[in-house]
């Protein structure tokens, strides 16, 4: 079974609206193992949502609109689909009554303008919507299925769950499910990725991709099976073939982010961890503390942006900014000494470099960052490149801290 998915808006056209709604229709319709055979953009113009159906019904069987169905002069859609398939719009009453109810419950008199949104084609089949105002609706003809749902995403979403999906289950349109398994890399581009998976063999049914990321490589492993079991046992050669080839680039699965998995490392071992930043401007700390629990083992970080705090926060030796500067393995390494000592910490980490666009020298151009990793009885440091633009580079960076410390609990015995 395919599909086609239409978003209609002239906000999506410029820019104003990203189009999460078209992506939530394929995620779910692969799920269900029907497969997009494309998604269309239009606006807000009866002759384009036309054009767009008209496209639709040759490609698929079954088509998705989302978007147009509100009652203001502008929402096109479901006027433009009744005109295009030489429907008439009918008044469909307990869409009326329930939209009445609706006002009546926020104590206002419903305004006609809503009216339209209880017209639906005739022979359509409505879809009840408790979150709003606009049903969704099913066109059936001639071996062509056509839904409209509004724009609002939990509208539409909820509508797709409890009356589409139900629907297409009923009509035998829905296939084998497609299930999936995520493995997150980090640490190599993706060209490098590839090259070491080369030689992995996918059997039949199983599919792998490669999704590259700003400073990681995620791969999904997909494939359509009778159940989840049975696409399992499938995948586990593949599974085990990319850790193999892999190995330590390899940080997590299922949509787990490096700091979730460093936390949990650190949260397993009974260990804290302090930062010192410097060019990333708080975004490790930033991105540790958006994990849920982290204050059992995250005890707190200094951005020290200028020398001065260096020196007055972290303990930085003037002579130490004086002879290495700033960006240098050796401030590095007693940030993180001081980072640890004032927190009392089990690990420190601590970065410093040039995020750009300005401040490089030919011996420290723009994209240079340090890095040092303090505990106790040991300091490690490392310098690295990672060009781009700024927010290249913080983000690049930021990760790179956060790998070196599951690196090293890793050798330590500490999971991932």
Known sequence: MEATVIAVGDELLIGK???????????????????????????????????????ARALAPLAITTG???????????????????????LHQPTLKEIERRFARRGM???????????????????????????????????????????????????????????????????ERVYEKQLHATGLPESAVAERLAEVALPAGVHLAYLPQTAQVNLRLWGAAPDEETFRERARPVL???????????????????????????????ETLALAESCTGGLIAKRVTDVAGASAWFLGGVVSYANEAKENFLGVAESTLAAHGAVSEET???????????????????????AGPSGGTAEKPVGTACFALAEEGATTSDRRNFGGGRDWVRRRA???????????????????
């Not at 147009?68 to 009918?90: I, S, Y």
């Not at 190995?247 to 949509?255: R, S």
């Open 398 to 416: 930021s990760q790179h801290a956060l790998d070196m410390l599951r690196r090293r609990l890793r050798e330590k015995g500490g999971g991932r």
């Open 332 to 354: 590095a390494r007693e940030m993180a000494l001081g980072a640890r000592t004032r927190f009392g910490a089990t690990y420190a980490l601590a970065v410093t470099g040039v």
């Open 68 to 90: 147009g169905l509100g009652p203001t002069a502008d929402d096109r859609t479901l006027a433009a689909a009744a005109k295009h398939l030489g429907l008439e719009l009918v």
């Open 240 to 270: 085990e073939a990319v850790r193999r080839g892999l190995g330590e680039h390899i940080f997590g699965e299922d949509g787990a982010t490096l700091e979730q998995v460093v936390g949990e490392m650190l949260r397993a071992r009974g």
């Open 109 to 175: 008199k419903m305004p006609e303008v809503n009216v339209g949104q209880a017209r639906v084609p005739a022979g359509s089949r409505v879809l009840g919507n408790p979150l709003g105002t606009a049903p969704g609706i099913i066109i059936e003809e001639a071996g062509w299925v056509l839904c409209l749902l509004p724009g609002v995403p939990a509208e539409m979403e909820y509508i797709f769950e409890h009356g589409l999906v139900p629907y297409l289950e009923k009509k035998g349109y829905v296939g």
């Open 17 to 55: 609206t990203v189009n999460e709604n078209a992506t939530y229709l394929s995620r779910r319709l692969a799920a269900l193992g029907i497969a997009t055979r494309r998604q269309i953009v239009v606006g807000d113009r009866d002759d384009d949502v036309a054009a767009a159906l008209e496209e």
